[in-house]
């Protein structure tokens, strides 16, 4: 029976002529193998067995239409099928018992944890692993307290929330107002300075900038830092060390550190603090002026 080419002519299979294999090694490359991985006779073989007929070509141009007509009509509701979906992988990871059922805090002082609660906004049930876990942990840092913040999700029902919250320097009063400031001299959002009693009290204009120098340097003299009851700033220059007694220790605007060595010394040879004064002024370099109390 004949056979049919798609594309081609009709053949006689019959009566195409064989070709005898000739002596090993005769004939223009008639003994070669194959090359590995097919060549270009290989690929226009496999051309040639694609249906190109007019039938064809026109279902693979409608099919294309109706793709490209389908995406248009989507237009606004894709948005709603991919949440459709979302909600569908939701809903399956619940089924699982990945869950969120856990948040951890730590880090956090008694204060600053219901501000971090409140700020993360997840609840109990919803599903962990959609959890946005950059949006949460910016979420958490800016709460006031918080300096830094690290939210890890722990499979399958439990979120880790790892903060590290500003320190506390100081409280400062300015213009009647009183705030906890921080190594840095800024303000910390939401703290109550009535809960800071044992924090150093810096008063004034340009107090909450300079405490960061001037009280380490007090806290490497414990018998004068439990003495002071608040350091006030003047003229936004220099320090007036108001102690607990009533007395005044004036510093210099500059070299403090030396005027508060020089008057180590005179406490450790004289016991000064402990004689009662009105006030030391060290505002002069290499002098201490004592004016005796009333």
Known sequence: MPAVVRGGRRANVASAPKRSAGPKGQ???RGRAPHVGGGVPGKMAALGRLDLTPRAVVISI?????VLVLVLATGARAERIGQSLSHGIDGITTGLGLKLNRVHISGASAEATPAIQRALAVQAGQPITSLDLDALKASVEQ???VKSARVVRLLPDTLIVDVVEHDRLAVWQTRGQVFVIDGEGKAIPGADAGRYPNLPLVVGTGADAAAGAILPLLAERPRLMSRIDALVRVDERRWDLRLKDG???QLPATKQ???????DALDQRER????GFSRIDLRTEGQVAVRPGA
């Open 27 to 29: 004939g223009r490359g």
């Open 143 to 145: 709460v006031g307290w």
């Open 247 to 249: 007395s005044l220790i």
């Open 272 to 275: 000064l603090l402990e004689l």
């Open 257 to 263: 550190e030396a005027a508060l060595i020089q008057l």
């Open 62 to 66: 409608c099919a294309g239409v109706a």
